[in-house]
């Protein structure tokens, strides 16, 4: 079965390529979000639970396909 942790984790690690393959740093893409730098870190570290709209909000910003993101 899949553990929720390592989901978590994973979606953080593809938040982050994506955001580093756009060349933006947490406090840009922060900003972009409407979030703090430190929600962005938390996300990319896997300790934040994101709900669908808000992982489909950061694929819109970070103009990828929400999929790239949900790569498990």
Same mark, same amino acid.
């Given at each position: 079965? #899949?553990? !929720?942790?390592?989901? $978590?984790? /994973? $979606?953080? @690690? *593809?938040?982050?390529?994506? =955001?580093?393959?756009? %060349?933006?740093? /947490?406090? $840009?893409?922060?900003?972009?979000? %409407?979030? +703090? @730098?430190? #929600?962005? !870190? =938390?996300?990319? =570290?896997? /300790?934040? *639970?994101? +709900?669908?709209?808000?992982? &489909? *909000?950061?694929?819109?910003? $970070?103009?990828?396909?929400?999929? *790239? &993101?949900?790569?498990?």
């Amino acid at each position: 079965m #899949y553990d !929720s942790n390592e989901l $978590l984790k /994973q $979606l953080g @690690r *593809n938040i982050k390529a994506e =955001r580093v393959r756009k %060349g933006y740093t /947490q406090e $840009l893409f922060a900003e972009k979000a %409407g979030v +703090s @730098r430190e #929600y962005i !870190s =938390r996300i990319e =570290r896997g /300790q934040e *639970n994101m +709900s669908i709209l808000k992982i &489909l *909000n950061m694929a819109i910003i $970070l103009d990828t396909d929400i999929k *790239n &993101l949900l790569l498990f």
